[in-house]
């Protein structure tokens, strides 16, 4: 985890899920980071293990807390890597549930490769 900070400001290590996990924290989360406010935009982005990629900014969510793009991606691929003291913040969102969009979840990820892969291609592809 690179903070505890905010929301769900993970790097996982693992491969994704094989199917995406959309439950109640999904759908709260992506409710939450629909209402987001973007903040001041950087000059780069983060890229996923998985390939999945960021955007340039980071986003102020209803309940004033901070998160990341990638947030939706994180719940639906790679639940098994985020903490229970994250899941239990994604849990405590009141800006209600809705159903993501194949595009929130997956983020560009490049799911045909598995990790080790696309470690080896990554310097091609970028």
Do not use: W
């Not at 890597?81 to 983020?107: H, N, S, W, Y």
């Amino acid at each position: 985890m690179i903070t505890s900070n905010g929301i769900l400001y993970i790097e996982p290590t693992k491969n994704t899920s094989v199917e995406p996990i959309t439950d109640e924290a999904t759908r709260k989360m992506t409710a939450a980071l629909r209402l987001g406010v973007p903040g001041i935009r950087y000059r780069g982005f983060h890229t996923c293990v998985c390939g999945a990629h960021s955007t340039n900014c980071d986003f102020t969510l209803p309940n004033g807390e901070q998160t990341n793009s990638l947030s939706i991606h994180y719940l639906a691929y790679h639940r098994d890597e985020i903490p229970k003291e994250q899941l239990q913040k994604v849990l405590e969102l009141e800006c209600g549930e809705v159903d993501p969009t194949f595009e929130e979840m997956r983020a560009g990820m490049k799911t045909e490769m598995s990790q080790e892969i696309y470690q080896e291609y990554k310097p091609k592809l970028i």
